[in-house]
């Protein structure tokens, strides 16, 4: 079940994350060599860190591109279990050329960068809860320059070709039409606590994370998710065995149309992104459909 006040479970993470691409084999590479996933199953490919599960990428030859306007992906972000393993992750990415920014946000330190078919990835490292910037009203996320020639430094100083067994799906951002609905459907009705927010941007988490999953309006997209359109083809949030079937229920009393996945169930958000609720025993398995 969800908490007594409507609130997803404490301990709700981020799973894996789904693809729809036209390009396999260059999207596959990238993910295994630059960003330093294993390749854990196939048809479809799974990739993933430490036997867990990260990434899945579905082949569609014939899948058109993401339209211009649509709602949909803005990253997929990775966290690492330490500053030292971003150092790391640094040196492999710049190495091939594929650094696209890098930010502090106070909470975090952050690199950027985009997959062959224009996906967005971050790769990042928590600050100890100490640090993060707080006010009286909670937690704070920031955007500042991030010094990565101090980064670079602070890596382990051995050449590294994969990410740390520890690391996983620390959050999802998703382009969206209208923050105010969306921000409905995510807080209000599946059960996420806003943290921080903007006029033009939400970052919602279960428990006291920083964030587990960011909508902003930055880029006007204007029009829903396409199905079967490259990008985003679903996200998986776990919750702990037992309350997959609370989630449902608050769900379909909202008027949230839930179908049946496997073990747990899919849910489709305001802009038509496509999002599955999983028991945490069920999340594990590389080759689970």
Same mark, same amino acid.
């Given at each position: 079940?969800?908490?007594?006040?409507?609130?997803?479970?404490?301990?709700?993470?981020?799973?894996?994350?789904?693809?729809? +691409?036209? /390009?396999? &084999?260059?999207?596959?590479?990238? $993910?295994?060599?630059?960003?330093?996933?294993?390749?854990?199953?196939?048809? #479809?490919?799974?990739?993933? !860190?430490?036997?867990? #599960?990260?990434?899945?990428?579905?082949?569609?030859? /014939?899948?058109?591109?993401?339209?211009?306007?649509?709602?949909?992906?803005?990253?997929?972000?990775?966290?690492?279990?330490?500053?030292?393993?971003?150092?790391?992750?640094?040196?492999?990415? *710049?190495?091939?050329?594929?650094?696209?920014?890098?930010?502090?946000?106070? +909470?975090?330190?952050?690199?950027?960068?985009?997959?062959?078919?224009?996906?967005?990835?971050?790769? $990042?490292?928590?600050?100890?809860?100490?640090?993060?910037?707080?006010?009286?009203?909670?937690?704070?996320?920031?955007?500042?320059?991030?010094?990565?020639?101090?980064?670079?430094?602070?890596?382990?100083? =051995?050449?590294?070709?994969?990410?740390?067994? %520890?690391?996983?799906?620390?959050?999802?951002?998703? =382009?969206?039409? !209208?923050?105010? *609905?969306?921000?409905?459907?995510?807080?209000?009705?599946?059960?996420?606590?806003?943290?921080?927010?903007?006029?033009?941007?939400?970052?919602?988490?279960?428990?006291?994370?920083?964030?587990?999953?960011?909508?902003? &309006?930055?880029?006007?997209?204007?029009?829903?998710?396409?199905?079967?359109?490259?990008?985003?083809?679903?996200?998986?949030?776990?919750?702990?065995?037992?309350?997959? =079937?609370?989630?449902? %229920?608050?769900?379909?009393?909202?008027?949230?149309?839930?179908?049946?996945?496997?073990?747990?169930?899919?849910?489709?958000?305001? /802009?038509?992104? %496509?999002? %599955?609720?999983?028991?945490?025993?069920?999340?594990?398995? #590389?080759?689970?459909?």
């Amino acid at each position: 079940m969800t908490d007594a006040d409507g609130r997803l479970p404490e301990s709700t993470r981020p799973g894996r994350s789904v693809l729809t +691409v036209a /390009d396999e &084999a260059s999207t596959i590479a990238f $993910y295994r060599d630059v960003i330093g996933f294993d390749v854990l199953a196939r048809e #479809p490919t799974v990739l993933g !860190a430490g036997g867990t #599960p990260l990434l899945e990428v579905r082949h569609d030859a /014939d899948a058109r591109p993401r339209p211009r306007a649509a709602a949909g992906l803005f990253h997929n972000a990775f966290v690492l279990p330490d500053r030292a393993a971003l150092g790391d992750a640094l040196a492999r990415i *710049r190495d091939r050329g594929a650094l696209s920014g890098a930010s502090d946000h106070g +909470v975090s330190e952050a690199l950027y960068c985009r997959d062959p078919e224009g996906n967005g990835v971050e790769l $990042y490292r928590d600050r100890p809860r100490e640090e993060w910037p707080r006010d009286d009203d909670g937690i704070r996320i920031g955007s500042w320059p991030l010094d990565v020639e101090a980064l670079a430094a602070d890596a382990d100083g =051995e050449a590294s070709d994969r990410v740390p067994a %520890r690391t996983r799906l620390g959050h999802v951002h998703l =382009e969206v039409t !209208a923050i105010d *609905r969306a921000r409905e459907f995510y807080a209000e009705t599946l059960g996420f606590s806003v943290v921080d927010s903007s006029p033009s941007a939400v970052f919602l988490a279960a428990g006291d994370y920083h964030h587990h999953l960011g909508l902003n &309006a930055w880029n006007g997209r204007s029009g829903p998710a396409e199905s079967g359109a490259r990008g985003l083809a679903w996200f998986e949030l776990v919750v702990p065995d037992g309350a997959v =079937e609370g989630v449902r %229920r608050r769900l379909d009393a909202a008027g949230a149309a839930t179908s049946t996945r496997g073990d747990g169930f899919e849910v489709v958000d305001p /802009d038509g992104i %496509r999002l %599955r609720i999983v028991a945490e025993s069920e999340a594990g398995d #590389p080759g689970k459909p």
